[in-house]
């Protein structure tokens, strides 16, 4: 009998509709009948992609005595953190001031008044290494709740309290300078690991927002440290098994320091961001690698993770079937010398050794994950693609990995704004046409009459959850860019519509700091408040860069006075945690250049020396520069106002800080202008 979540939207919800626990949505009327049948709330959250939230459910939540157990003593509500991140962080902030950890499966045990009392993440279904079975916590909870109410309910208001105690340290309005910029450039210097890239010790992620940071860094100032941490990082990630080598994309983190061995989920926000890093680090260095790389993740995502309906799916899971009926993670991905052997015969040796598959393997059962270590010997490419093609085939063949096919609106806007920056690099329309799909999805799918987003959809239905600020964030810069590329001036009046939102509803006027929800939206324990990257930029710094481009566009002077206001975080932050504000730092980068403004005009979008100098301008490495491009008079983007032809030919236009340089028609002259 499926349980009240056969007709949620979120893939995570509908595995478990038809467990026999009798699961609710996070909801009004879960928690009416929590206060009605006098029963505490188990709250269980996790993803997709999740392989321990996979592991608790088959143990636990699949197991009729547990089932049994949870339906009388509790109402149980299970919540997918990619749909509601509010309802995530605002309980795993409880968790981590407990525990001093957090993680997914997230269980926490509320009042019916959603107030939290015990904590955990992943509980095993029989004593283990130290922690009680969940059966035990189960117990244990209960029996409090019957016998002990007036504890529980004072730890309940008591972590309520200190909840409430812990604001964020906004460091006041004022952003960074030269001197804070240079304080973080020296932070990341120290955490720096010189031998594998990267920064800090295991498990490693890729830490595109702080590349992103160096590589601007770098076009304004002419660090050679910078651009060597991001170049050196970006070679090691894409060398090691972080990476896929047949396939392209990445895989959420490497379990150790070399980066040989991921975690291998897929996400969409992971390859987004670090297709636009690589573009980027192409942009900057002209490395053949970076070009690959971005190339090859683009075609991934559109490959693997794009939707019948033309949005990007949020992930592919790190387990899929062995071969054996059996779940296994990393099953897709890893090789044996014999399979190797058996599908390609004669060059399994080559490719052993150029892969590095080695006969005791470098994951689990002797298996091996695919990379590309340094050596002495040097390889036939063209045997090298034969190879690889081979293997792609066979690995083809085998179960894949399953799909969570929700569109988020935020990851969705990371996509766009990478797919356009990457086709319009490489001359690849393809890609900019899958930008633009996705783009129209987001407007015909997740935006109302009034410009409100909302977070989820999935087969073009919308989801009930109302966007979050990293939602308007992603998508108004997702749009800003593909109005840079397409010359479509619609795309940034959609971003504008979405900032207008960020302004009225997101804003802390006082304080100048963003809040993660807004004001409208539904109250929860704690109104969530984190200008911190995590996976993907912190919506505050995501907010503070679109808001910064949009000024740049338009002269919004509100936009450009709430992107400054906001990046006082970033003065506060940057110099003590740089690792984990990398976002804020790219901004601030932006702000110190200009940004810098660039008009193209041209007699016609198509004419090959306008789409010349338009390619040039994109190609500029300064800092966050903006860049439109239209015929004279058109009223397509403000920055077109008045910039004629000069002498009839195409002509560009650089300004910034209300300063422009005189109109050029030479491509080389406009390089110039926008080295940083």
Known sequence: MPNRLA?????????????????WPWSDEAFAEARRSDKPVLLSVGYSSCHWCHVMAHESFEDDATAEFLNEHFVSVKVDREERPDVDAVYMEAVQAATGQGGWPMTVFLTPD?????FGTYFPPAPRHGMPSFRQVL??????WRERREEVTDVAGKIVRDLAGREVGFGGTEAPGEEELAQALLGLTREYDPQRGGFGGAPKF????????????HARTGSEGALQMARDTCERMARGGIYDQLGGGFSRYSVDRDWIVPHFEKMLYDNALLCRVYAHLWRATGSGLARRV???????????????Q???ASALDADSDDGTGRHVEGAYYVWTPQQLRDVLGDDAGLAARCFGVTEEGTFEQGASVLRLPQQDEVFDAEKVA????????????????????????AWNGLAIAALAETGAYFDRPDLVDAALAAADLLVRVHLDDSARLARTSK???????AGVLEDYADVAEGFLALSSVTGEGVWLEFAGLLLDHVLVGFVDEESGGLYDTAADAERLIRRPQDPTDNAAPSGWTAAAGALLGYAAQTGAEPHRTAAERALGVVKALGPRVPRFIGWGLAVAEARLDGPREVAVVGPALDDPATKVLHRTALLGTAPGAVVAYGVPGSDEFPLLADRPLVGGAPSAYVCRNFTCDAPTTDPERLRAALEG
């Open 7 to 23: 007709h949620e939207t979120s893939p995570y919800l509908l595995q478990h509709a038809d467990n026999p626990v009798d699961w």
């Open 114 to 118: 959603a107030e939290p009392f015990y």
């Open 139 to 144: 117990e244990g909870v209960s029996t409090a």
């Open 206 to 217: 890729p830490p595109s927002m702080v590349v992103e940071f160096l590589l601007r860094h």
């Open 294 to 308: 971005a190339l090859e993740t683009a075609e991934f995502m559109v490959r693997e993770l794009r939707t019948e």
């Open 310 to 312: 033309g949005g990007f």
């Open 386 to 409: 034969s190879v690889k093609r081979r293997l792609r085939a066979a690995r083809a063949e085998r179960p894949a990995p399953g799909r969570d096919d929700k569109v988020v609106a």
């Open 459 to 465: 087969d073009g239905r919308v989801g009930a959850n």
